[in-house]
């Protein structure tokens, strides 16, 4: 909940690489080195390049992108049980495809169960849309894809993807020529490879810009994204750039990212964040120190993925983020193996950006540096559909736009409107279920896709919170909230919704009720990122055996809101998250 204010490889020119910058003599650093290990890590330029496991040892013996001629070849002539088992749940990924979960299997049995036995015959499918940006064309496109082959499913992430499901094999040729004819696509959306490189929603035209991330985007997608050798990751590499005061892109929680900052002698250009996600064990990134200019960013870029290539830990998948390798090295470490191993320059010092002054998400009317105005809106927690999404390529045009933005946090944002076009683009956004004026509650929940479709699951999301947001709408409306609270809901431990860093995170597990278990979620409370009502990151707190039944939200959520009313300190301004931080536990129940 937040306070209202007023295709990849294929998109963008090889930019040219900028000369180097010139040597600048730093003080000595004292490097950490990580402890010793009794086994090796599988780190290739450490440990040699032999496979330590069997997901190793088949992406050596045939990369994932290969497999997109067996899909076009083979398996759309052969159907379903034509698919080798590595591909279906191995190299698929690498083209943005999942098998999703069969329905009817509780979440009781979704860590008993073999993946052949938890899976349906259909896929989720992931559009890789990089830096948010689409044009009316693409999202006509989707839409159309989602009717004709996805029974109408469509999901805005947190990722600023779309995810549509249903999705049969014998189908998927037909999407990738649809998707691939107006420029989109969904190479390497999924998979251990460079993900999609989130951008800021409002680049190139919000009047409180930095600096227009995009040309930077532009030519890390058009350099890497499916370049065979960053095609074998150790596990997913998630990147954020923008160039917006806000720090709209969750940057905190990305491998490596770029935040827009002005460096006293050198101009605008980019601070650097490497080392940061969630899931299980959750960190977030830290900075490096460093400037980097414009024309260096995908050169730095490359040379922090290629570390993680070249150093990141392959034996234990749940060791191989690069986050584990960051933790051990420390950011001088980092620093200085790349600047002198793949850079081979160095960095300028630079300064942190400031902390942000308005809200990320960009819901609401606002100006843009042109005069025209761009309008965000929310839908419940991500859920949309083909017709919505049919529907509202339509409206835009019909309000003389042909461009619009996905963000990461689950919204869309309508560029190039004329001031005397906002109400009824309003309006109709309305009609569609995308609210330019929501609810704190509406605005501020986001929800991963949950069991309905998610084999990893063990509890539904996207129909508990929205239930709980129509009703929390009402509880929650005679509220004078100081500040937003943000609740997000999570299937699993994994975190696809950013659990940790909300004013509220439900983790989705079994809880038992009087001896029976039900579907629930333990709860953390007082994270967040960076914003304009916190000078930094922070994780939030897990409160001991404290759990929510599935249908159970809106009471917790309307309990904990007005116990914080009641005893937050008004004179200093204290928010949400500061009080759940220093509450006594049993204040939280």
Same mark, same amino acid.
């Given at each position: 909940?937040?306070?209202?204010t ?9 930019a040219?690489?900028a000369e ?15 402890r ?5 890590n599988g780190q ?6 032999a496979p330590?496991n069997?997901n190793?040892?088949?992406k050596?013996?045939?990369g994932?992108?290969a497999?997109r001629?067996r899909i076009?070849?083979v398996?759309a002539?052969g159907g379903?049980?034509?698919?080798d ?18 329905p009817?299997?509780d979440g009781?049995r979704?860590?008993t169960?073999e993946?052949?036995?938890l899976?349906d015959e ?5 559009v890789?849309?990089d830096?948010g ?9 989707i =839409?159309?894809?989602?009717?004709e082959f =996805?029974?109408d499913?469509a ?5 600023q993807?779309v995810?549509l499901?249903w999705i049969r ?6 999407i990738?020529r649809?998707l691939?004819?107006?420029?989109l696509g ?9 993900r999609?490189?989130l951008?800021?929603?409002?680049a190139g035209i919000?009047a ?7 040309p930077q985007?532009?030519?890390?997608t058009?350099?890497f ?20 005061p806000?720090?709209?892109?969750v ?15 050198l ?9 940061g996600g969630?899931?299980?064990a959750?960190r977030?990134?830290e900075r490096l120190g460093?400037?980097?200019a414009p024309?260096?960013v995908a ?5 922090v ?10 034996r234990?998948?749940n ?8 933790a051990d090295?420390?950011?001088e470490?980092?620093?200085?193996v790349?600047?002198t191993?793949?850079?081979g320059a ?6 942190a950006?400031p902390?942000?002054a308005t809200?990320?998400d960009?819901v609401?009317v606002?100006?843009?540096k042109?005069? +025209?105005?761009?309008v965000?809106?929310t ?6 559909? =083909?017709?919505?999404?049919t529907k ?5 045009e019909?309000?003389?736009s042909?461009?619009l +933005?996905?963000t990461p946090?689950q ?5 190039d409107i004329?001031e005397?076009r ?7 956004l309305?009609?569609l279920?995308?609210q330019?004026?929501p609810?704190l509650i ?6 991963c896709?949950g069991?309905e479709?998610?084999k990893l699951?063990i509890?539904e999301?996207k129909?508990f919170a ?10 929650l409306?005679?509220?004078?909230l100081p ?7 999570n299937?699993?431990p994994?975190s696809c919704?950013?659990i940790q860093?909300a ?10 009720i ?8 333990q709860?953390h409370?007082?994270g967040g ?9 922070g ?12 249908d159970g939200?809106a009471d917790?959520v309307?309990?904990v809101v007005?116990t914080?009313?009641?005893?937050r300190d008004a004179?200093a301004?204290?928010?949400f998250a500061?009080w759940?931080?220093?509450a006594?536990?049993e204040a939280?129940r």
């Open positions: 909940m937040t306070i209202e007023t295709d990849a490889a294929t998109r963008g020119p090889r040219e690489r180097r910058p010139a040597r600048v003599e730093r003080p000595a650093r004292d490097i950490r080195t990580p010793p290990s009794a086994k090796p290739w330029k450490v440990d040699g390049t330590l069997a190793e040892e088949w050596q013996a045939d994932g992108l497999v001629e076009e070849r398996y002539e379903f049980a034509s698919i088992p590595t591909d279906l749940h191995g190299r698929f990924r690498w083209w943005g495809l999942y098998t999703q979960r069969k009817g299997i009781g979704t860590a169960l993946p052949h036995e899976e259909y896929f989720m499918l992931r890789r849309i830096g940006q689409l044009t009316t064309e693409q999202l006509r496109v =839409g159309g894809i989602s009717t =996805g029974r499913t999901d805005l992430t947190d990722r993807n995810q499901h094999v014998e189908d998927v040729p037909e990738w649809r691939e004819a107006v420029g969904t190479t390497e959306a999924c998979g251990d490879v460079p999609v490189v951008g800021s929603p409002v919000a409180d810009e930095l600096i227009d991330p995009t985007i532009d030519e890390i058009s350099r994204i499916g370049d065979e050798s960053l095609a074998n990751l150790p596990r997913k590499f998630k990147s954020a750039l923008t160039g917006h806000s720090q709209d892109v940057h905190e929680i990305n491998d490596v990212a770029f935040v827009a900052v002005e460096h006293p002698s101009g605008v250009g980019y601070d650097l964040w490497v080392g969630l899931s299980t959750p977030l990134a460093v400037f980097v024309p260096l050169d730095v870029w490359h040379g993925a290629q570390i993680f290539r070249d150093y990141g830990y392959r234990l998948r060791k191989a983020r690069l986050k584990f390798l960051l090295w420390g950011v470490k980092f620093r200085q790349l600047e191993e793949y850079l160095p960095l300028p010092d630079g300064p950006a902390t942000p809200t990320g960009h609401g606002h100006r843009q042109d005069g +025209r105005f761009y965000g809106a839908p419940i927690v991500g859920r949309v559909s =083909g017709p919505t999404l509202l390529a339509d409206l835009v019909a309000h003389g042909t461009r +933005r996905t946090h919204k869309v944002v309508v560029l004329p005397d906002v109400e009824s683009l309003i309006a109709g309305d009609e279920g995308l330019a004026r609810s509406r605005r501020g929940t986001i929800a896709t069991i479709f998610c699951a509890v999301t129909a929205t239930a709980a947001v129509l009703d929390l709408e009402e509880r409306d005679a509220f004078d500040h937003p609270i943000a609740l997000h809901v299937g699993c994994n919704a950013r860093t004013d509220i995170g439900l983790k989705g597990q079994l809880v038992t009087d001896g029976e278990q039900v579907p629930g979620y709860v409370l007082g990122l960076a914003s304009q009502d916190r000078d930094e990151a994780l939030g707190r897990t409160v001991r055996g404290l759990k929510v039944t599935a939200i917790y309307e309990r007005t914080f009313l009641e005893q004179a301004d204290e928010t500061e759940a931080h220093r006594d536990e939280l």
